[in-house]
């Protein structure tokens, strides 16, 4: 008998993979007719289009069945673009994010809602928090953290007067790569960036770029999108930025700290999405302001202590009255369904000046 040759087995392979994908398209197809029909119920009974918490459940009764060789990880990242393409036929889901095109914040939306979400590019996070809280977005994605340079502090002070909550987080493992149209480090004049992301490479361009001015701008990918019409400026920015604006990598994951997490908010109105249910691990979020007097900023433990709460951040920014008054931006372990941390806040609130909760949402990993 004639052994096939590698080339007639792997046409053989072939032939099964294209079968495959024919019934994986069939399949795919008939769960969007489905979706659809799903939709029509909702529109018709007003409930919620997204449901982070659905997709939470889906995507672990999916990696609970999984017996491989596909990784959960990589199972995951399939259903939620699967689960964003069917609900971007049911409604399309309209997301406000710091633009242009390849930030780290698109980045964030993307692993939160999937590839089909509609991105409205913004300015700066101003702009996020005013097309959310106007409804020209129903979402908006800003960032509340880096574990580098600590809290964004216009992130904070935003939420102060905006009606919208935090319904979600993504915590996205940040690299920043210098980019420019020419591939060497000679002839650097000016790198660009987001001031958080110059402060997190700074190290790396005081030994590398000494000569180097560096300029802040509203977004790394900014900084890309100006780095590509000047092939004497160089921006500190995303792979994603890289292909965005057609610059080379000069230099990858200059910054100082290899591990560089960046905590992003998903916010809403609250009528286009309620306080998600409890998940078992959750964050609420607050903000409030104490009587300027002795003790005071002691006295706000005490109730968390009492309760078995735990408060995983605590960060005050100026009241800007003029009197050294701070509001104090808090994150607790836990969701206020919970009997403890609803006694926690109930007696927080009572010692408050001031006291906004901003949200209670399941943390992300």
């Not at 008939?30 to 997204?50: D, L, N, T």
């Not at 101003?126 to 979402?139: I, L, P, R």
Request: proline share 6%.
């Amino acid at each position: 008998m004639i052994q096939p040759t590698q080339s007639d087995a792997l046409a053989a392979l072939r032939v099964q993979i294209d079968s495959l994908d024919q019934q994986l398209l069939s399949l795919l197809n008939q769960r969007a007719r489905v979706a659809e029909q799903v939709g029509e119920i909702k529109r018709a009974e007003g409930s919620p289009f997204f449901r982070p918490d659905r997709v939470a459940q889906v995507i672990d009764k999916i990696q609970a069945n999984n017996e491989g060789p596909l990784l959960n990880q990589h199972v995951a990242s399939i259903w939620r673009e699967i689960m964003s393409a069917c609900l971007a036929l049911e409604a399309p889901q309209r997301v406000a994010v710091l633009g242009p095109a390849g930030t780290f914040c698109e980045q964030a939306a993307v692993e939160f809602f999937g590839g089909a979400a509609n991105l409205i590019y913004c300015a700066n996070f101003d702009e996020v928090f005013h097309a959310t809280a106007a409804g020209t977005a129903q979402y908006g994605v800003v960032g509340m953290e880096n574990s580098t340079e600590g809290v964004v502090a216009r992130s904070l002070d935003l939420f102060l007067r905006s009606p919208v909550h935090v319904v979600g987080e993504v915590s996205l493992l940040i690299r920043h790569n210098l980019l420019r149209q020419v591939n060497s480090l000679d002839g650097i004049e000016v790198v660009m960036a987001h001031p958080q992301a110059l402060a997190q490479c700074q190290n790396w361009l005081t030994q590398h770029l000494p000569n180097a001015e560096r300029r802040a701008v509203s977004s790394n990918a900014e900084g890309a999108r100006l780095a590509a019409t000047n092939p004497a400026w160089a921006a500190l920015a995303s792979e994603r930025a890289a292909g965005q604006f057609a610059l080379h990598i000069v230099a990858h994951a200059v910054q100082d700290e290899a591990y560089n997490r960046t905590r992003f908010a998903v916010i809403s109105l609250p009528q286009t999405m309620a306080m998600p249910p409890p998940s078992g691990r959750d964050c609420t979020s607050l903000v409030v302001s104490v009587p300027n007097r002795p003790g005071a900023v002691h006295d706000l433990l005490v109730p968390l202590k009492n309760n078995g709460v735990s408060m995983t951040r605590f960060e005050s920014r100026p009241a800007k009255s003029g009197q050294w008054e701070y509001y104090f931006y808090i994150d607790l372990s836990g969701h206020p369904s919970q009997p403890n941390v609803a006694a926690a806040l109930q007696e927080l609130q009572g010692l408050c000046a001031f006291y906004k909760v901003l949200g209670a949402y399941p943390v992300n990993e």
